[in-house]
């Protein structure tokens, strides 16, 4: 099995789908002859041509809705943000159209938004969000963030299947750190199907995207305390695999549920909260959240290492929640 | 200065027919335009009733523009018509008892209670239902029109908008990736001189809304928007033009919005005389008196056509007053799409 970098997986699950199937096609800002911003469709254009690897005018709502419009028509259209933060432009078309078209309409619309999200490399504010939250609110709408290569092809091919929208947040800071083995056929990776990254007894961590593997550097040092640590990766946060959580919170009683986004109304909320309504009794301590604080992100490295969970900050978490 | 090219009345009835309608589709355009007001206007007796929750909007004086366009659509092409444009729905097939349904929130109405007013459509119409944020259907027309060019299909678009919307940066996005691409879509606006009480020198700084096509690299065209049949034509030579590969067209119709921005509003701001003046060029009126100088049409006509328009409405309220309301029990299905849900003709 070949080893790809988490982008070379994104690339090769966009270029498998749009071999597969003509419907694909991609559209964004600098998406064409330059390959995109981060190199995800290089050599793209010259494989499938000018009307499947569309360099857009700089026009979210343009893009966003052209998308719509598209999916409508039958094709399978992926939009690419060059940053998730640009997101904010196509809101209305991604929320108030695309969302809602197909429970008040009848309208299917099966399309992907593609969202280079997450911070850790002095973005500043408006290049580092992880803006899935807001969108995991929005009935109508799928939001999916893998962590792994292998999840990074196989979600991304469940998304463009996927008949509703879905916005596919791929996080930066994984692009060209995270290696790992991806099957070089054709696979899916269910979405709502949480993935066990590491086994563990003692506590159990439910995250997604990047933080895994703060996690996963947090329990190995716990590993010399011995605390066992489980490592829950939701893949998807939504719809999102409440079955998995709760069978790892009654497993282990002890949680840290923990994500890069800010603190105030983010995912982790709702987690916790059906922990407290569904899993109350098997609790042996309070969850605990561990997110970035409610505040833009900043741009200094200092501020940014205060500002995303670190491996410290959850090496303390989980060990308090040990010693309950 | 005008930059838009003012397009000027229809003369003859032979010119009407080398654009494409005879003698019969003229009376099914005027009978379009009677069941288009006749739908409105019942209603308004339903909203009196109390039978229709929430507001309620009409598109009076606008009837001869939406039944202008969408005469000149083909049967493969696809819109995205708003409040105003209830004509649309009626010349490509809407029944009107789903209408009322729809009015009413009922189980039969298109969106089956989930969404009011006309934010509905047949999608198997050819029609994309609209939201109320406007101009948001714009961006969705003119990917529309993106599909069928990256299919090279012989297909147009056609998308609506308000002058009040031109004000939107969807406008200008969706004109602008148009433009670039060559796509084939038509953008209508329906110039109804009112945004809710905002006169059009407080929405844009131009003459016409359509000079603003020249910028984007295609024609602008105003055209009087109580007159049916210049409507058609210049719709029917855009949307042509589109299909050929010539791009988009920017197409103002300009009509005056009748009554208020919806029931609760009495337009106090709308100065008496221009509705009178408007009152003067009603488009079903003007339409009638046209037919009769220049297509023969008869009383005897004229009276079928109005009670076959009467029986219509009146078995298409009582048909939807049998409507049931929907269960509440289904209020959570179909939040997200199902494989099924695109086994349509547009997914296959």
Known sequence: ?324 | MAIAREAGPVGSIHEVREAGLDREDLLGVYRAMLVTRGVEERGHILYRQGKIPGSFYTGRGNEGASVGVATAMGPDDVGTPLHRDMGVHIVRGVEPWRIFAQYMGRQDGPTHGRDGNVHMADSQLGLIAMVSHLPAMLPVATGCALAFRIREEARVAVGWFGEGASARGDTHESMTLAGTRTLPVVYICDNNQWAYSTPTHLEFATEHVADRAQAYGFEGVVVDGTDVLAVYREAKRAIEKARAGGGPTLIECLTLRMEGHAVHDDAFYVPKPMFEQWAESDPIERFRTWLRDNAGLTDEEENEIAAGVKKLLNDSLQRAEESPQPDPADLTKGVFASPEDLDTPHHK
């Open chain 1, 1 to 324: 099995m070949p080893e790809l970098t988490y982008l070379q997986a994104i690339s090769d699950g966009l270029r498998t789908e749009m071999r597969r199937d003509k419907r694909v096609f991609l559209i964004g800002e600098d998406v064409g002859v330059y390959g995109g911003a981060f190199k995800v469709s290089l050599g793209f254009q010259e494989e499938f041509g000018p009307w499947r690897v569309i360099d857009a005018p700089l026009a979210e709502t343009a893009i966003v809705g052209g998308c719509t419009g598209a999916a409508i028509m039958g094709l399978r259209p992926v939009a690419e943000m060059q940053f998730a933060d640009f997101i904010s432009c196509g809101w209305d078309q991604l929320v108030t159209v695309a969302a809602k078209q197909r429970w008040r309409a009848g309208t299917p619309v099966p399309m992907v938004v593609r969202l280079p999200s997450g911070g850790g490399f002095s973005g500043g504010p408006f290049h580092s969000q992880n803006p899935e939250s807001s969108f995991a609110h929005i009935p109508g709408l799928k939001c999916v963030c893998p962590a792994t290569p292998e999840d990074a092809k196989g979600l991304l091919i469940s998304a463009i299947e996927d008949p509703s929208p879905v916005l596919y947040f791929e996080h930066k800071h994984l692009y060209r750190r995270i290696k790992g083995e991806v099957p070089e056929e054709r696979y899916t990776t269910p979405l709502g199907k949480a993935r066990i990254h590491r086994e563990g007894s003692d506590v159990s961590v439910i995250t997604w995207g990047a933080m895994v593997y703060t996690a996963d550097e947090a329990a190995q040092q716990l590993d010399s305390d011995g605390v066992s640590v489980e490592i829950l990766d939701l893949r998807t946060v939504m719809p999102w695999d409440k079955a998995a959580v709760l069978e790892s919170v009654r497993k282990t009683s002890k949680v840290l549920v923990l994500h890069e986004d800010t603190r105030t109304g983010g995912f982790g909320g709702e987690i916790a909260a059906t922990i407290a309504e569904e899993a109350f009794e098997d609790l042996d301590a309070p969850v605990k959240r561990l997110a970035a604080p409610d505040t833009p992100v900043p741009f200094s490295p200092t501020l940014e290492k205060a500002f995303i969970p670190q491996v410290d900050d959850v090496v303390a978490g989980l060990r308090e929640l040990a010693e309950y």
